[in-house]
Nanobody
Framework: QVQLVESGGGLVQAGGSLRLSCAAS????????MGWFRQAPGKEREFVTA????????GYADSVKGRFTMSRDNAKNTVYLQMNSLKPEDTAVYYC?????????????????WGQGTQVIVSS
């Protein structure tokens, strides 16, 4: 298991940008697939995007395609989520996740490790 700590959330106006970071502990970070999920108040946690151990993208939610980009730096044990053209509906707590041998990356149950989350609020 790895321990994950997200940062970079905050309040931003619609149309603005934020970059979230997720720092992982452990020497085996580079062997994990990594993902971002989000959860808005009163809603279920939903898949945003994921990336495999080498940086190959595993997909984006339709709602964020063309606006969000995920990347990783294995030398720094960190993954990033660059969020551009933010909309009020992007408001949520964003969670970083790590896992191995994941069949369905869009399922939150498939991921073994989670961070505590970072709040993103987009004002209109």
């Amino acid at each position: 298991q790895v321990q994950l700590v997200e940062s970079g959330g905050g309040l931003v106006q619609a149309g603005g940008s934020l970059r979230l970071s997720c720092a992982a502990s452990g020497r085996t970070f580079s062997s994990y697939a990594m993902g971002w999920f989000r959860q808005a108040p009163g809603k279920e946690r939903e898949f945003v995007t994921a990336i495999n151990w080498s940086g190959y993208g595993l997909g984006y939610a339709d709602s964020v395609k063309g606006r969000f980009t995920m990347s990783r730096d294995n030398a720094k044990n960190t993954v990033y989520l660059q969020m551009n053209s933010l909309k009020p509906e992007d408001t949520a707590v964003y969670y970083c996740a790590a896992g191995r041998s994941i069949v369905d990356v869009t399922s939150s149950r498939a991921w073994g490790s989670w961070g505590q989350g970072t709040q993103v609020i987009v004002s209109s």
